[in-house]
């Protein structure tokens, strides 16, 4: 048997969960692609699925043959389409890195507005508060809110983010109001453990700069139980704008120093080589630029 098609069979069989509907989506019958799985495994000597009457499940062997394979089925076909020989819908699976900080309603619309016009694209998303290798780890893409990048990496700018100071009204009733940077000082702080906020500085609209000196009482490596802290009153926080937004419209939390502001992150869509972009890859990065730009804007 052919070892590309049998590749080709390993992956549909993977990403739509059974060998019918694998075999209907390639035109070929159900016994045929299960002859070109169990040929793949004799090959490797080692079994890729584990077989039920209702369920296939990926073995350690068969993901790890998965996210090799996948990506390099991903890389011909991206070269195919490059000249010319082959101009597919975006389909197959994204493998996506994010912030914790994106699961809020606001990116979700954004991902449901993709899945609306590109449903054969399986996202399958990652969020973590680390960055991840892109190469090693088997990703498509990671997006990450920065103000600086390696240069090493390939990044498209999506949007501008605006982290804030914010406690909730109990924490504030224990130790008043914070109208300039110093008077941050009375309030206890919850910390993020992943990345380092020493030398950030503050700014109001006249120019005028401060360091930014926090006392920390709890550290976390999780924005979302950071907000969960910071709501039950145990400090102030240092959170982006999408998580807290309805908060501070609710009155569950409350800015602190409003005049001054930390300088705006850019949230960059960071993947491995421009050369032979898959059509998922490429239609997902132009999508998020279409619709964060505009609602960053």
């Not at 240092?238 to 300088?263: H, M, N, S, T, Y």
Request: glycine residues 6%; contains cysteine; aromatic residues 6%.
């Amino acid at each position: 048997m052919d070892r590309l098609t049998s590749l080709r069979v390993f992956r549909e069989v993977v990403e739509s969960g059974s060998f019918v509907a694998a075999a209907d989506r390639l035109a070929i019958s159900a016994p045929m692609a299960s002859k070109h799985v169990a040929q793949l495994e004799k090959s490797l000597g080692a079994r890729l699925l584990h077989r039920s009457s209702r369920h296939l499940s990926l073995t350690e062997a068969g993901q790890a043959w998965y996210e090799q394979s996948r990506r390099a089925l991903d890389l011909l076909d991206a070269a195919e389409n490059a000249i010319g020989q082959k101009n597919d819908a975006p389909r197959g699976q994204l493998k996506v890195s994010a912030p914790v900080w994106c699961a809020t309603p606001r990116f979700a619309a954004v991902l449901s507005g993709y899945r609306e016009r590109f449903p054969e694209v399986l996202i399958d998303m990652h969020l973590e508060n680390r960055k991840v290798d892109l190469a090693a780890d088997g990703y498509d893409l990671a997006l990450r809110a920065t103000q600086e990048l390696s240069p090493a990496l390939i990044a498209r700018p999506l949007c501008t983010l605006q982290f804030h100071l914010v406690a909730a009204p109990a924490c504030i009733a224990r130790a008043g109001l914070p109208r300039v940077p110093a008077d941050l000082a009375k309030l206890d702080a919850v910390v993020p453990s992943y990345v380092s906020i020493e030398g950030l500085a503050l700014k109001d609209g006249k120019g005028r700069q401060a360091p930014l000196r926090l006392q920390p009482v709890m550290k976390s490596d999780d924005t979302t139980l950071t907000l969960h802290a910071v709501r039950a009153g145990i400090g102030m926080a240092f959170l982006p704008e999408w998580l807290i937004d309805d908060d501070l419209a609710q009155g569950r939390l409350v800015r602190l120093v409003p005049d001054f502001k930390a300088p705006a992150v850019t949230l960059f869509a960071v993947y491995t080589s421009r050369q032979y972009m898959t059509p998922k890859l490429r239609s997902f990065i132009d999508f998020l630029g279409e619709r964060l730009g505009v609602a960053a804007g």
